[in-house]
Every structure is written in C-alpha cells, then in structure tokens.
C-alpha cells in the first residue's frame, strides 16, 4: 500500500480519532506521525514542511514563558522554585537526564504561566508538560525534524482533550492530557509500534480518570505533582510499552470516552468536596479581598474553621482505628484485589463457619462493581462459602469452581442494587444461613447482620482473623 493510497483513506476518513490514527498506521505500516501529518496537509492545504515550521511557532510563546520561569521568574503558588532548581549543578532529581529536564522545564512552564501565562490546549496545565517535553527533545540532541514531528503528534492528541474537557478537571488537561501525549511522544521516540503507542496512552490515562484540579489551583504547590506525574507516568508507560510485551484490551478511543464522562460527574461531584477541604488554603490576594463584604468574608472563615475542625476530627477517628505497624497487613489475597475478592471471600469464610449440614446451594449477592468483576471475585467467595478456604489458598482459589460443579452445589449469582453490599446466603440439608455485610477494602467488611446469629459470626471473625469495620 502507497502513501497515496492511505492519503486517499484519510481524506475519506478524516477527522480522525486516535484510535483511527493507530489503526491507518499499522494498516498502511506507516508512522503514527505520517497519518497526524498527512491528516494536516489534507485540512491545511500546506507542504509538510511548511506545518511543522507552523508547529513549532505553535509552541513559541509557551517556550518563552518557560524560559521565563527557568530564569528568575516568580509565581504566585509555586514561587521561584524552578529557577532554585536550575540553579543546581548535575542532576535535580533523577540521573535520566531526559526525564529530568522534562521535569524541570515543565516546572518552568507553570512558574512562566503565572508570570506571562500560556497559551492553553484543552488547558494551561497540559500546555506545561507539552512545552516541557519539546525542550528537552531540543536540549538533548534530537533533530528538529523529529522534534516538530513529535510536537505536531502532541498537538493531535491535545486537540482531543481540548474539545473533551468541559468543566473543571485535571483529568483531561494537565494529569490526563499531559500523560496520555507523554506516553504516545515517548513510545514513538522508543521506536514503537502504532498499537505499543496506543497501549502506553492507555496506561498512561487510567489513574488519571476522575482527578479534580480547580481547587488546587489556588493552593500553593499541589499542582507541581499532577502536571510532573503526567511526564512521569507518561515516560515510564511509554518506556514499559515498548519493551515488554503486556496485554492492554482497552483501545484509546474507549478509554478517552470514558474520561470525557467521568470528567464531567467529577466537576459536579467531587470538586465541591475537594473545595470544602481545600479553601483554608487557597492563596488568596488582598487587593481583591478588599473588594468582598465583611459578612461574607467572616462567614467563609467561619465555615473555614469548622472544616479544619472536622477534617481533624475524621483524621483521628481513621488513627483510632488503626493497630499497631506489626498487625497492619490483612491476609494475602489472591485475584488481584482485597476489595473485589478479598472482602467478599471473607464475608463468605464467614458465612461457611455459620452453616450445618450439607451445602446444596450458594447464593451470592453483589452491588454493581463487584458483580461486574464476578470473573475475579466469584472464584474466591465459593472457596470461602464451601471450602471456608482463605484469601491466600491460591490452590482453592483455582479450582474452587470446579469443585463445586463436581459437588452439585447450585450456584446463583445476584447482581444488588446497595451500594457495597455482599450478602452470602448457604443452604444447607439441615438450615439455611446468611452473612449480610458491605464491602471495605484491606479485605475488611462491615458486618450488618447473620443468620442464625449475628452475635455468633462476630466471634467467628475474630477467630479467623478477619477485620470488622464500622
């Protein structure tokens, strides 16, 4: 297949989504950055060379704000901070000099934002680390071909963010944006493969879904790590992508969905609870403060005062409930989640101490997350409801399935409407029992009620170990 022939594909495609991007590239086995800029040349009528001169001018003015930042420029949440590290000799925090130059000029970028501002993508906060990595590419030898190439391919995915984004939420510009085109840039630069790329994008994104920002964005320094994290997290999963073979089944486009929705119920849900917290921090100028009424300024401190009290109410009563640092770990749980498996399977150890008899059939309700993570938790709640087998008998756990089709035990699966609520319920030839509990992670759980005795399973627990929760 010719150039011509995926330029001819593109244009009848066109606008692409990344997820179309990968897919020409490997159709056609051409680069990533071929498809981005051939896609360019269709919508902009240019010569190749022409766009990435064109990209690079993209860049300038957050280039200047950074070096702006490196050199003595002070912001208002972060001070002078990048300029202090610039100041010292060798290495500023890590010995690849390319990860920490990116650190650093992305650092820069932010103090520059506060000083000239930056020119935003679907934010300000992934113009910092776009900026910061393009000037390492340039102060580390890579060639400026390479360098606009790279830039223009950052420019792509942030085109997507940009248009995602729709209320507050690092998720989709700083953390998220930043680390999804830092994994992408960093497997190309690898030499990786379109579907390698894809694949750190993805792994670059997922522990960035959800993250509010706005209110940090008032408080000093707690930005420094979402728009640094998104150079880290996107380096080492464009690195792990393209040297170890791994399976990742999501494809980028669902996962970018999935964030653009998830971004929204964060900016209606958990920013006003991040605010709360976070608003006896925020720095604040008094210029602009001579401007508001007394009253309401006096209320906001009152309300203020009242969350610090509380929030160091809930820190002791988390203390409270703690033991001592040689009784902190729970058992060992295998599946891969002390919450999806290791909590149910022991509200069903539970419930198995409970029965009399001879186990004719189990039933086994879960709330909607862990009924659709049945594949992983199933297997350990019928170790514990018939064998009573631990979270840590790996053994069991993989042939606990077929143990009970062996015995004949009815098996039915329940999908519950509670939230975290895991109710086992064991019939038996002689009785019929139940353990009603809602779901905690460490593999704790809360025990609401048991039959025959809720008094009775108490004791059980405590004799295998398993930790109640309030």
């Known amino acids: 297949m010719t150039m011509l022939e995926l330029r001819q594909k593109i244009s009848e495609m066109q606008p692409l989504t990344i997820g179309e991007v990968v897919a020409l590239a490997t159709e056609y086995q051409a680069r990533v950055v071929d498809v981005v800029l051939l896609e360019t040349e269709i919508?902009?009528?240019l010569a190749r060379e022409e766009i990435l001169t064109k990209v690079m001018e993209e860049y300038d003015h957050n280039i200047r704000a950074l070096e702006i930042g490196l050199k003595d420029g002070e912001s208002i949440l972060l001070g002078t901070v990048a300029s202090q590290l610039n100041k010292i000799e060798g290495p500023k925090c890590f010995a690849d000099k390319m990860l920490d130059d990116a650190l650093l000029f992305t650092l820069a970028a932010q103090v520059g934002n506060h000083c000239i501002g930056l020119r935003p993508c679907a934010g300000t906060g992934d113009s910092c680390p776009?900026?910061?990595?393009?000037?390492?590419?340039?102060?580390?030898g890579y060639e400026a071909k390479t360098v606009a190439e790279i830039a223009a391919l950052i420019l792509k995915i942030g085109s997507i963010f940009r248009v995602g984004k729709v209320t507050t939420g690092c998720n989709m510009e700083g953390f998220g944006a930043g680390a999804a085109c830092i994994a992408a840039a960093t497997a190309v630069?690898?030499?990786?493969t379109p579907e390698q790329m894809e694949k750190a994008m993805v792994l670059a994104m997922s522990p960035t879904i959800g993250v509010p920002c706005t209110p940090r964005v008032l408080v000093p320094a707690l930005c420094t790590t979402h728009v640094g994290g998104a150079i880290l997290i996107g380096m080492y999963a464009g690195k792990m992508c393209t040297k170890v073979e791994m399976t990742v089944n999501v494809p980028f486009d669902v996962m970018i969905a999935m964030a653009?929705?998830?971004h929204v119920e964060s900016g209606k849900y958990l920013v006003p609870t991040v605010v709360e917290y976070m608003e006896p921090f925020f720095k604040r100028k008094a210029a602009v403060e001579s401007l508001v009424a007394e009253e309401?300024?006096?209320a906001e401190a009152k309300q203020m005062t009242e969350t610090l009290a509380k929030a160091n109410r809930l820190a002791k009563e988390m203390a409270s409930d703690t033991k001592s640092v040689l009784n902190t770990y729970g058992d060992a749980v295998v599946g891969g989640s002390?919450?999806?498996?290791?909590?149910?399977?022991?509200?069903a150890r539970i419930a198995n101490k409970l029965a009399k008899g001879t186990i004719k059939k189990v039933t086994i309700e879960l709330y909607p997350e862990l009924f659709k993570r049945r594949s992983?938790?199933?297997?350990?709640?019928?170790?514990?409801?018939?064998?009573?087998?631990?979270?840590?008998?790996?053994?069991?756990?993989?042939?606990?399935?077929?143990?009970?089709?062996?015995l004949g035990i009815a098996v039915e699966i329940i999908e519950g409407t509670e939230h975290a609520i895991q109710k086992i319920t064991i019939e038996t030839d002689e009785m019929t029992g139940s353990v009603d509990t809602?779901?905690?992670?460490?593999?704790?759980?809360?025990?609401?009620?048991?039959?025959?005795?809720?008094?009775?399973a108490i004791k059980i627990a405590d004799k295998l170990g398993i930790q109640l929760v309030e």
Do not use: C, H
């Open 43 to 45: 919508q902009t009528e």
């Open 130 to 140: 776009y900026a910061g990595f393009i000037k390492a590419m340039q102060v580390n």
């Open 189 to 192: 630069l690898e030499g990786g």
């Open 260 to 262: 653009s929705q998830v």
């Open 296 to 298: 309401v300024k006096k």
């Open 338 to 347: 002390s919450q999806a498996v290791g909590s149910p399977t022991n509200a």
């Open 376 to 406: 992983i938790n199933i297997p350990g709640i019928l170790m514990g409801a018939v064998f009573g087998a631990s979270t840590s008998d790996y053994e069991m756990y993989n042939q606990a399935i077929d143990k009970v089709k062996e």
């Open 438 to 456: 809602l779901n905690r992670g460490g593999g704790r759980l809360v025990l609401r009620e048991a039959v025959p005795s809720t008094a009775e």
